[in-house]
């Protein structure tokens, strides 16, 4: 079975600082990988996907992440965070069938 | 926003009760999910469909039922609700077809079992 390990439960940061977010799956196949973000009171949202091509994959909003496929890795990185950057942000791995397994979450909160 | 509907968007409802949440998707998706969100979980897999009447159990599947008796529909079902299945409830949909794995998820439910 597949799995998903997100390091950090809660960041804390100051504007302008730069982020990492860290993201660990184990599973043996063929991996399409996702991170969402979830603002407060909101649904999830698509934040960058990697199915295949180049490991640095961009997203939305500045984010980029990069798949390590020998560290089993796929990192969610922004430069500089900004206040409305402030959400609960998870990491997700599809297996060959489609079937999503999700990471606990990390909740990242941004101070002005 | 993808075109996904959940309902009830809140309910209350009292132990032993049984509860049906409707999940209601206007893209033709093939596949559909139910997932619950609870803190320090994120999301588990509750049930998922492939296609019309075909559905198979998630993670944490106890206590739930599932039916899709049509495309743009997909019910879950809580049988005798238990205080434990407090929650929000996530639909999510998805395409079949290479590239097209990403989820679009409804704007949730929040079920309060008293």
């Known amino acids: 079975a597949q799995s998903v390990s997100q390091h950090n439960h809660h960041v804390i940061l100051s504007e302008a600082a730069s982020l990492e977010l860290g993201c660990n799956y184990s599973y043996g196949g063929t991996v399409n990988l996702f991170w969402y973000v979830q603002y407060p009171g909101q649904h999830l949202q698509l934040l960058l996907k990697y199915f295949s091509g180049d490991p640095l994959v961009k997203g939305i909003k500045g984010f980029e992440a990069e798949f390590i496929k020998s560290k089993f890795s796929f990192n969610l990185r922004k430069p500089s965070v900004q206040w409305s950057d402030t959400a609960e942000y998870f990491c997700a791995v599809n297996d060959d069938a489609g079937k999503s397994t999700f990471g606990d979450g990390t909740t990242l909160t941004v101070k002005p | 926003d993808a075109g996904i509907t959940q309902s009830p968007r809140h309910k209350v409802t009292e132990t032993g009760t049984p509860v049906t949440l409707r999940c209601h998707q206007t893209?033709?998706?093939?596949?559909m999910y139910w997932y619950r969100q609870d803190p320090g979980h994120g999301l588990r897999l509750i049930h998922y469909s492939y296609g019309v009447k075909d559905t198979d159990k998630g993670e944490v599947s106890d206590g739930y039922s599932v039916s899709r008796s049509k495309t743009e529909d997909f019910l879950l079902t809580l049988e005798s609700a238990t205080s434990s299945q407090t929650s929000v409830y996530f639909c999510a949909i998805r395409g079949a077809g290479r590239g097209t794995d990403t989820q679009y998820f409804g704007p949730g439910t929040r079920l309060t079992v008293l």
């Open positions: 893209e033709n998706h093939r596949y």
